[in-house]
């Protein structure tokens, strides 16, 4: 009984130490508008992906969302809501081509690669959209002012990365310890 008390109580430390060295990063990201996406890239964290898969739909003649930010490990299921046949498709050295498939049909497909996905239907060139893969769970779009939150991050290094469609991506190196602030001003 002292020895399962004993292990439950360092447990219960370890996780409180753990929160208490995690700190907050939150910024401005001026130059782009809302959904500009930004990241901790985190060596040391894992990503967390969820049991429950990411949903990208083709809806409309478009895709829904057309941002959409998933950590590393990921599925995302590309569902199609037209009554029109989509395919779904990427290059670059993790290019991919999921197919064409009609109405209320699905493909499931896992993203083990970090990095900005362009996705585009080769059935409806002037459909296109983007997925962010994020090294770590850690990531945030901004909202209507340009300002984000990420909490959680582990006190220590890291470089936060920032991106929106059309503009150039920017990363920083900033050192975490508390809440800190770290703005970006982006350009095309």
């Known amino acids: 009984m002292k020895v399962k008390y004993l292990i439950s109580l360092l447990a219960v430390l370890f996780v409180g130490t753990q929160l208490l060295l995690a700190g907050t990063i939150t910024g401005k990201v001026s130059g782009a508008g809302a959904g500009t996406v930004i990241w901790v890239d ?50 670059g050295k993790t290019g991919h081509n999921l197919g ?34 994020a090294s770590t769970s850690h990531y945030a779009t901004t909202d209507a002012n340009g300002e984000y939150t990420i909490q959680n991050v582990a006190d220590g290094a890291h470089t936060v990365s920032v991106w929106h469609e059309g503009m150039k991506q920017q990363s920083k190196q900033v050192t975490v310890a508390g ?10």
């Open 42 to 91: 985190d060596p040391a964290a894992k990503a967390e992906p969820p049991a429950k898969p990411f949903v990208m739909d083709q809806k409309g003649m478009l895709f829904v969302p057309h941002v959409l930010v998933v950590p590393v490990g990921s599925t995302v299921d590309f569902l199609n809501s037209d009554s029109v046949q989509h395919n779904v498709f990427w290059k």
């Open 100 to 133: 064409t498939w009609p109405k209320g049909e699905k493909r499931s497909f896992k993203f083990d690669s970090p990095g900005v996905v362009s996705l585009f239907c080769n059935v409806h060139p002037e459909m296109s959209a983007y997925i962010i893969v």
């Open 179 to 188: 809440a800190i602030k770290a703005d970006f001003t982006l350009g095309k």
